[in-house]
């Protein structure tokens, strides 16, 4: 237990921007390492709230629930990278929060995260900022269809990307993006032939001291991911290619906490980066049950600067499926009795009110001996799982 840096006599309390589900699994983290938690969220009752006395439902828009939030917490942490870097700046101004409002002003907007991973040598795709329409077409004029079109800002999971598989598509996309009641800058990125997506995790403290964790494949539908597969099914010599790029990638932020690194292996075995996550990242929630030390853990640790913990496996495979809704109504599922009846699966629920079809409710993890078979056994629990 970290005695806080504010309260004599009480244990630290760690204050998390957000209460979805991320904020969710790393209180539980911190819990059990004797810390308290203070959570401030747009609403009651989220995932993480419920499980605090300290839930600040105004949110950090509201500059008085801020107040009683920043009062209530020694160090403060996020779980989205969609929160205004000014505010960030506020905080900081009382309070150590991490990672830093500079390396989120590097992260949130995409073109920038692009420019400082370019700027540190990382390979990338081409890409270019996109300012009038004129501009799409340059783009696939130089490299060709299709290319992809990204918000500069607040996209997640798909949403604020389109494909633009033909020159005539560049009207359509323009308009969904440029020419609505919220206009959102936006970027271009020539479009990568891949055989696998690919995910780090890296935790880094803030004397500068680095975990790297295995190498993953990301299974992604429409989108979003459902599957993920520890390690990766790649030769080694990629793996560890893998996590050179993703701790150059934290480095060159100046990282502190802890960091998804996404990534392409195209079809010439080349690895190309795709975008950070400056948080815990649903690529690595097998960690839970498959690592020495959780990546939630870990962010814990990063953040408060103590000693990080191995990011070694401890079962030589592991599978994570996330659960995804399939109705809309209340967040509740149905049955899970059959589905606890397999062995060696890990379920988690997030506790959230509501679910929605395609919504991240909660995921399993399922241990094995190879991939293969932690993925079966996953496969196996969620046919079993009824909503």
């Known amino acids: 237990m970290l005695p806080s840096l504010t309260q004599p006599n009480k244990p630290l309390t760690l204050g998390i921007l957000g209460g979805g589900q991320l904020a969710k699994m790393t209180a539980s983290e911190a819990y059990r390492m004797g810390l308290r938690v203070a959570i401030i969220e747009h609403g009651e009752d989220s995932p993480a709230g419920v499980m605090t006395k300290l839930e600040f439902p105004g949110g950090w828009k509201d500059s008085e629930e801020l107040e009683r939030f920043i009062q209530a917490s020694d160090i403060i942490t996020l779980e989205n990278e969609f929160i205004d870097p000014d505010i960030l700046d506020v905080i900081a101004e009382r309070r150590l929060v991490f990672p830093t409002p500079a390396t989120m002003r590097l992260v949130q907007d995409k073109y920038t995260q692009k420019l400082t991973m370019k700027g540190a040598g990382i390979p990338t795709p081409e890409f270019a900022e996109i300012s009038t329409k004129e501009d799409l077409h340059a783009f696939g004029r130089q490299h060709g269809y299709p290319f992809v079109a990204k918000t500069r800002k607040f996209g997640y999971d798909g949403y604020g990307n389109a494909t633009i598989k033909r020159e005539t598509e560049i009207d359509m996309v323009w308009r969904r993006f440029m020419e609505g009641e919220d206009p959102r800058p936006l970027l271009a990125e020539s479009f990568v032939t891949f055989t696998k997506e690919l995910a780090v995790m890296v935790a880094r403290n803030r004397r500068g001291e ?9 299974i992604q539908q429409g989108h979003i991911c459902v599957t993920v597969l520890a390690p990766a099914p790649i030769e080694e010599h990629l793996q560890r290619r893998a996590q050179q790029i993703a701790v150059a990638c934290v480095e060159a932020i100046s990282g502190v906490g802890v960091f998804g690194i996404e990534m392409f292996l195209t079809v010439a075995d ?82 959230k009110k509501d679910v929605r079809m395609g919504r991240k409710m909660g995921h399993l993890t399922a241990t094995g001996e190879s991939v293969d078979e932690a993925f079966n056994r996953a496969s196996t629990a969620l046919n079993r799982f009824v909503w």
Not at 210 to 218: A, D, G, L, R, S
Not at 316 to 324: D, F, G, Q, T, Y
């Open 270 to 351: 080349e690895i190309v980066f795709n975008e950070i996550a400056p948080r815990p990242h649903n690529s690595g929630h097998y960690t839970i049950e498959a690592c020495m030390t959780s990546q939630f853990e870990n962010c814990i640790r990063a953040v408060t600067n103590m000693p990080l913990g191995s990011a070694a496996m401890r079962v030589p495979a592991a599978c994570m499926i996330n659960l995804l809704g399939e109705r809309t109504g209340s967040g509740v599922p149905d049955s899970v009795i059959e589905m606890l009846k397999v062995d060696d699966v890990a379920l988690h629920l997030y506790g």
């Open 210 to 218: 680095v975990v790297v964790y295995p190498c993953v494949q990301t």
